[in-house]
């Protein structure tokens, strides 16, 4: 039997975990961002139930925009401690129900089946649903096909009925593979394909490039010429519907950790700049010597009213975990910015050492 991959993702997460503790939601447009206060400047939305998506409301959308597009909607702030243990429950249930599990992200995650896909979609979902959520699973020949598979999971299988349009899908289980990859995605544009953004796009498209049929027929030597000996040929791939095949359940060490944060208000005052600085940089220090990572370098990034944005760093004078000594560093490089105009985001960044030395 063929090797499948599976792409496991949860359905309007972050709001379906909000459902479990507060069942008299479920089926209203709910919409989770910042503090939950739409009348606060800057903040975006992180998540929208389902109805609320229906008037038109979307992630990273501000939230005083959410309400114009829906006055009715409830608004709850984001609470990511409890989506994150939700997260630990869900890949849990999926280590146990499908054994070795590459985390993608707190709602979504790949595993691989050497029999019956379907079957373990289906137990797959079960499993979520014990759980008060739902999910979503794309059954592909690689993780590319598995993720877009999802996609077209989430549009076609709403409902426990099988499309008739379409043998490859059933309620919320889509299968995505070499078989039906022209069928499905050559007339859509390129990028429809994981991996493919706006800019890309629109470079191929100036090469007559407009859809995933189009790309299959490129010619890999010009696509080299034009993105590069790498990136070119990796495009032309992705057309195919070729990528990786291989669960990585290592858990990714990050070599960084940043914190950023846009104020209600623009910063003038120099001091209160160095204060909200020192206040960040304090707590990327403190959730990085609590996970015993030690940091090698400072960074720390301004942007103005403008939208102009600039980092600046400095090394460490040795390797460190030390807060104090960080919030200093961090101090230090704040002030060789010339802060002559209103302050919109303050950044701070860690370069970590690999856990190894």
């Known amino acids: 039997m063929p090797r499948w ?27 989770v961002g910042g503090e939950g206060d739409p009348s606060q400047p800057r903040k975006v939305v992180t998540c929208a139930s389902y109805p609320a998506r229906a008037f038109g409301v979307r992630a990273g959308m501000p939230l005083k925009a959410a309400q114009r597009k829906c006055p009715d909607g409830v608004f709850l ?36 089946s050497d029999s019956d896909p379907w079957q373990l979609a289906a137990e797959i979902r079960s499993a979520v649903t014990e759980l008060g959520l739902t999910c979503s699973v794309g059954i592909g020949d690689n993780k590319l096909t598995a993720k877009l598979a999802t996609g077209f999971a989430k549009s076609t299988g709403k409902t426990s009925a099988e499309p008739e349009h379409d043998a490859g899908a059933a309620g919320g289980i889509f299968q995505l593979t070499a078989a039906n990859w022209t069928e499905l995605m050559g007339h859509r544009p ?35 010429a034009e993105f590069g000996p790498n990136t070119g040929p990796y495009l032309w791939v992705l057309g195919h519907g070729k990528g990786d095949t291989e669960l990585t359940t290592t858990p990714r060490i990050p070599v960084g950790r940043s914190k950023s944060e846009t104020f209600p208000h623009d910063l003038t005052d120099p001091e209160e700049i160095r204060r909200e600085v020192a206040r960040i940089a304090t707590e990327v220090a403190e959730e990085m010597l609590a996970h015993n990572r030690v940091s090698t370098r400072v960074s720390v990034t301004v942007r103005t009213k403008t939208f102009y944005t600039r980092s600046k760093q400095r090394k460490l004078p040795q390797p460190t975990s030390d807060i104090a000594t960080i919030v200093d560093t961090a101090l230090a490089v ?14 701070v960044r860690l370069e970590l050492l690999p856990l190894d030395e």
């Open 5 to 31: 991959l599976l792409h496991v993702d949860l359905d309007q997460f972050q709001a379906a975990v909000e459902f479990r503790r507060r069942p008299e939601l479920r089926g209203q447009p709910v919409i």
């Open 77 to 112: 702030p984001l609470d990511m401690a409890t989506y994150e243990a939700a997260s630990e429950e869900i890949m849990a249930t999926l280590a146990r129900v499908a054994g070795a599990v590459e985390v993608w992200g707190m709602d979504e995650a790949f595993v691989a």
């Open 190 to 224: 390129t990028d429809a394909l994981w991996g493919v953004g706006a800019r890309i796009a629109k470079r191929l498209a100036e090469l007559d490039i407009a859809t995933v049929a189009d790309l299959m027929a490129a010619d890999r030597q010009r696509l080299a």
């Open 334 to 347: 704040i002030d060789r910015f010339d802060l002559d105009r209103p302050v919109r985001l303050l950044g």
